[in-house]
């Protein structure tokens, strides 16, 4: 980061011939799209459970396809086993039973160890839990480190339990802060009211404090993270994880809501469980709360399997996504939306955008997409003209021949560094009256093929060229977004991602991308306008946009030498440059941060010159 700065030289310098020369034109140009720089979320690398989502125990309910005992451990001389013959609701089948011998003393009970480890900082944490047996005392509730046995937080309850029902707790305590991620959590009882007996506990939930302190809510310094990138939209609930290994395993909205002891969860597509406590009004309260536009992905009757339902055997999906937007748009005078304010949601939700399916191109969806499409659209815009559809594919052999005049369709881009620069045109011939949107994009080999495990400058850098290409077509490229979003940095099953995290303090690291993300986000004109200058692109691309009175200048350079670019913009006097550089293989890494924007102050009268490192990407921001 020094080196960094020391390496940034911005300077006002009139009159000096200089190889590139751009001149920004302060009329023309074509208006932006206001929500060009969003967010992809589903649950991949334990990016919701043990990621963005608040609850940090694991295997809290049992769910997925062989739970065991993952997550737990006994703590004291007792037995732990899953018991099914005592579930905690129909939703949550198994709770945790602990079996004390008899002669029994002191306290014993059992432990979990969340997500590779459990964040202990100094914070409030919430936590909730039900419990079956006979039982009048104390339930001790700690925070421990694994290897060292330091007691973080401890706190008493008492309760009052019997054996013909599960009965709920609630508390909160506060800890002190470890200074690594191995800690687990600890509930434990007096095992001498307990000897020669058992008992059982359920959906064990542990909350730090929220983003916008919500109940079930968002990790606050993750979500707090995110926020920072400013991102205008959210894409959910997938991705691949809508789809499902089979039909009647796609995510099904209707098991995401309500309280989340009603919810059954499922696995995944990525194979590993979710909770679903991050659902289907989560997202949209994470959507209100950091000011994002849903984008609601229906399913369109593709599996990731292989299994396709489509024609007269889709109409029952078809009903429930017409149920699913009832819940979300409906009055409270309808079925599902009187379901929602009972989940305590009383006013619609605010969405305008649908998605049908993901990537229906690919897994043998393309020979049925456009009468899958179709189904689905024309039931939707009856019943929601005013909603805008978006198609999960671009490619016209899986669309119907004619799209519907307004519907979206959806682009994915997985590439090498060169392959984003091939691509930067991509938009410039398109029809104006086509519009797009690029849901998932990233950077994830090497020019040779080699896996990127953490992005790096050179991938980053062709991220912005390609960005640079959307932006000044963003009269049609309506959103973009980059994927996948985040991963738990043991649990991962896809590098790169944008940024990560672990149990450990200050583990939250954002990629090389995480900043072209932020630094684009962050810097938006509401129109694109014309620059003149006798520059080819290439090794440098830029576009520049403005809004009322502030310009902005985006650049990347593509290239192994540093470029001098003056940029002109009559009547401007001053403002900042952001600035990401580092070598072409340079990369943050899990803990390990080399690379951030630094931001200068600029001067200047109507000119400005930039020293643009080599894979260097730049914003200059002038009024
Ligand atoms: C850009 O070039 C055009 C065509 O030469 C010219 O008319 C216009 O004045 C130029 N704009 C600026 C801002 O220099
Ligand atoms: C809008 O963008 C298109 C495509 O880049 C371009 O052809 C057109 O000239 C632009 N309109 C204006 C007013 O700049
Ligand atoms: C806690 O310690 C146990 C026993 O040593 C080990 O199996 C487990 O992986 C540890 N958990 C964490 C989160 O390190
Ligand atoms: C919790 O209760 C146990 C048993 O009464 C007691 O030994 C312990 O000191 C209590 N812990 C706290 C933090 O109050
Ligand atoms: C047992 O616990 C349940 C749940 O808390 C409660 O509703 C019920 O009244 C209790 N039964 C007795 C006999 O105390
Ligand atoms: C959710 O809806 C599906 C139909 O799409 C149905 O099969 C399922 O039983 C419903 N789940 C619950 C919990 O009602
Ligand atoms: C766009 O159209 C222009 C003019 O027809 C052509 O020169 C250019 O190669 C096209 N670009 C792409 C990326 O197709
Ligand atoms: C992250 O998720 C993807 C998709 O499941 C998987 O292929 C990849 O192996 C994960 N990463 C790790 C490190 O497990
Ligand atoms: C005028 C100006 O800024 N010139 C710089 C151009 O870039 C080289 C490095 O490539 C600098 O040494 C010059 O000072």
Redesign the pocket.
């Given at each position: 980061m020094l080196s960094l700065l020391s390496s940034l030289a911005v300077t006002w310098l009139a009159g000096q011939a200089l190889a590139i020369d751009l001149t920004v034109s302060k009329t023309g140009g074509n208006s932006s799209s206001e929500l060009l720089y969003g967010i992809m979320f589903e649950d991949i690398n334990n990016s919701g459970d043990g990621g963005i989502h608040g609850q940090l125990l694991r295997n809290n309910g049992f769910q997925g396809t062989d739970p065991g005992l993952t997550g737990y451990a006994a703590v004291g001389d007792v037995t732990i086993t899953q018991d099914t013959s005592n579930p905690v609701s129909s939703?949550i089948t198994s709770s945790l039973k602990v079996a004390v011998p008899s002669g029994a003393t002191g306290f014993v009970g059992f432990a979990n160890e969340g997500y590779e480890g459990v964040p202990v900082l100094a914070q409030t944490y919430a936590n909730y839990f039900w419990m079956k047996g006979d039982y009048s005392g104390t339930i001790n509730l700690r925070l421990v480190g694994n290897s060292s046995g330091t007691v973080f937080a401890d706190h008493n309850i008492t309760v009052a339990s019997n054996a013909s029902a599960f009965s709920y707790y609630d508390t909160s305590f506060t800890s002190t802060a470890s200074t690594d991620g191995n800690n687990v959590w600890q509930l434990r009882f007096d095992a001498s009211k307990v000897a020669g007996s058992s008992l059982n506990f359920g959906l064990v939930q542990l909350f730090p404090p929220t983003y916008n302190s919500r109940y079930n809510g968002l990790r606050d310094d993750v979500a707090s993270f995110l926020a920072e990138v400013k991102p205008s939209f959210l894409r959910f609930p997938g991705g691949n994880n809508i789809e499902g290994a089979s039909p009647s395993d796609r995510w099904?909205w209707?098991?995401t809501i309500g309280p989340v002891v009603d919810r059954?969860g499922r696995e995944g597509d990525w194979t590993y469980p979710n909770t679903d406590a991050l659902g289907l009004d989560e997202y949209l309260y994470w959507c209100e709360d950091m000011g994002m536009e849903p984008v609601l992905a229906v399913w369109s009757g593709l599996s990731l399997g292989g299994g396709i339902v489509s024609g007269d055997a889709l109409d029952?999906?078809v009903d429930?996504i017409l149920n699913e937007l009832e819940y979300v748009l409906g009055s409270t005078d309808t079925t599902y939306g009187a379901l929602r304010a009972k989940n305590g949601r009383t006013e619609p939700w605010d969405v305008s955008y649908i998605e049908v399916g993901n990537e229906d191109n690919l897994n043998s969806g393309c020979g049925t997409y456009a009468s899958r499409f179709t189904q689905i659209y024309d039931a939707v815009h009856a019943a929601y003209p005013d909603l805008t559809i978006i198609a999960s594919t671009t490619s016209t052999s899986c669309l119907p021949s004619t799209i519907p005049s307004g519907v979206i369709t959806d682009i994915h881009h997985y590439l090498t560094p060169d392959e984003f620069i091939e691509e930067f045109n991509e938009w410039d011939n398109w029809s104006r009256d086509w519009p797009i949107l690029v849901g998932e994009y990233a950077s994830t080999t090497g020019n040779d093929g080699s896996t990127t495990y953490w992005s790096y400058m050179q991938g980053s850098c062709a991220e912005a060229v390609y960005m640079i290409g959307m932006e000044r077509n963003s009269d049609i490229v309506k959103m973009a977004s980059f994927a996948p979003l985040l991963e738990h940095f043991d649990m991962a099953e896809w590098s790169p991602d944008l940024f990560g995290l672990d149990a450990s303090p200050d583990s939250i690291t954002g990629s090389t991308s995480y900043y072209v993300q932020k630094m684009f986000s962050t810097n938006r004109g509401s129109t694109i306008l014309p620059v003149n200058t006798t520059a080819d692109f290439g090794p440098v691309y830029w576009v520049a946009s403005a809004d009322s009175d502030t310009y902005y200048v985006k650049l990347a350079n593509y290239g192994s030498s540093t470029q001098n670019v003056t940029v002109n913009i009559e009547g401007t006097t001053s403002g900042s440059l952001e600035l990401l550089s580092g070598g072409e293989a340079v990369s943050n890494y899990p803990h390990d941060v080399s690379i951030t924007t630094a931001t200068s102050s600029v001067a200047g009268s109507s000119s400005f010159t930039v020293d643009l490192p080599a894979w260097g990407v730049a914003v200059l921001a002038v009024s």
């Open positions: 939703a099904k209707n098991e059954p029952p999906y429930d």
